[in-house]
C-alpha cells in the first residue's frame, strides 16, 4: 500500500508503514477510516482514568496506544527515526518528560490560563513529535483531557467550524496556526482550539 499525505502530515517510513495491524486496509481512506474508529476507543479510554496522573509518560504512551492499536504494531513507542518535524528520535524520551514536569510546574504556578497551558502542551507535545505517526491527533486528545482535568471544556479545535466541505480548509487553519506558535505566536492556536 502506498500511502498518501496531507500537508503537513508526517510520512512513514517503509518499515513503519509495514507494521499496519489490519490486512484489509488497501487505501488512504480506509487507513483513516480504521484509526477514526480506533481513537474514540482511545478517547473512551482515557474518559475512565479519572484516578489515574495524566501528566506521566506512562499515560502518555498508553493513550497513544489505545488510540492506535488496533490499526499499527507500533502504537504506543517513541519513534525510532527521525521526522520531517520532531526533536532527535534520541531525544524523545528526555523532550517528553521534560514537557510534562514543565506543564505540571504551570499547573501549579498558574503560569498561564487553563485554555492556553493545554494549548502550549499540545503545541509542545506536536513540535516534540514522539510517535511514528498520530502525533497531531494524539497531543489534541492529550490537550483535551488536560482541559477537562483543570476543569474546562474539552477544546473544539475548529469543530464549530466543520462541514463537508471544509475539512481540508480546517487542517489548512491548522497548520498555519502551529507553524505561528512555532515562531512563538500562540494566539491563532488558541482560537482555533477554542473555535
Same mark, same amino acid.
Given at each position: 500500500?502506498?500511502?498518501?499525505?496531507?500537508?503537513?502530515?508526517?510520512? #512513514?517510513d517503509?518499515?513503519?508503514?509495514? /507494521?499496519?495491524?489490519?490486512?484489509?486496509?488497501?487505501?488512504?481512506?480506509?487507513?483513516?477510516?480504521?484509526?477514526?474508529?480506533?481513537? /474514540?476507543?482511545?478517547?473512551?479510554? /482515557?474518559?475512565?482514568?479519572?484516578?489515574?496522573e495524566?501528566?506521566?509518560?506512562? !499515560?502518555?504512551?498508553?493513550?497513544? +496506544?489505545?488510540?492506535?492499536?488496533?490499526?499499527?504494531?507500533?502504537?504506543?513507542?517513541?519513534?525510532r527515526?527521525?521526522?520531517? *518535524?520532531?526533536?532527535?528520535?534520541?531525544?524523545?524520551?528526555?523532550s517528553?518528560r521534560?514537557?510534562?514536569?514543565?506543564?505540571?510546574?504551570? *499547573?501549579?504556578? +498558574?503560569?498561564?490560563d487553563?485554555?492556553?497551558?493545554?494549548?502550549? !502542551?499540545?503545541?509542545q507535545?506536536?513540535?516534540?513529535?514522539?510517535?511514528?505517526?498520530?502525533?497531531? +491527533?494524539?497531543?489534541?486528545?492529550?490537550?483535551?483531557?488536560?482541559?477537562?482535568?483543570?476543569?474546562?471544556?474539552? #477544546?473544539?479545535?475548529?469543530?464549530?467550524?466543520?462541514?463537508?466541505?471544509?475539512?481540508?480548509?480546517? +487542517?489548512?487553519?491548522?497548520?498555519?496556526?502551529?507553524?505561528a506558535?512555532?515562531?512563538?505566536?500562540?494566539?491563532?492556536? *488558541?482560537? !482555533?482550539?477554542?473555535?
Open positions: 500500500m502506498e500511502f498518501h499525505y496531507a500537508p503537513g502530515a508526517t510520512p #512513514l517503509p518499515d513503519e508503514a509495514a /507494521a499496519l495491524v489490519p490486512t484489509h486496509i488497501t487505501t488512504q481512506g480506509d487507513l483513516n477510516a480504521w484509526e477514526q474508529v480506533n481513537i /474514540a476507543k482511545g478517547d473512551r479510554w /482515557a474518559a475512565r482514568q479519572k484516578k489515574q495524566l501528566l506521566v509518560e506512562s !499515560f502518555l504512551r498508553e493513550l497513544h +496506544r489505545q488510540m492506535f492499536d488496533k490499526t499499527w504494531h507500533w502504537a504506543g513507542t517513541f519513534r527515526s527521525n521526522k520531517n *518535524i520532531g526533536v532527535d528520535w534520541t531525544q524523545v524520551a528526555v517528553v521534560n514537557l510534562l514536569e514543565n506543564t505540571k510546574y504551570q *499547573i501549579e504556578n +498558574r503560569v498561564y487553563t485554555d492556553e497551558m493545554a494549548v502550549r !502542551f499540545h503545541h507535545l506536536v513540535w516534540i513529535h514522539p510517535f511514528p505517526n498520530g502525533n497531531g +491527533r494524539h497531543a489534541r486528545l492529550m490537550a483535551d483531557w488536560l482541559a477537562i482535568r483543570l476543569g474546562r471544556p474539552r #477544546l473544539s479545535w475548529g469543530e464549530g467550524q466543520v462541514n463537508i466541505h471544509s475539512l481540508k480548509e480546517l +487542517r489548512v487553519q491548522y497548520i498555519a496556526a502551529l507553524r506558535a512555532d515562531l512563538g505566536q500562540l494566539n491563532d492556536l *488558541i482560537a !482555533f482550539a477554542r473555535s
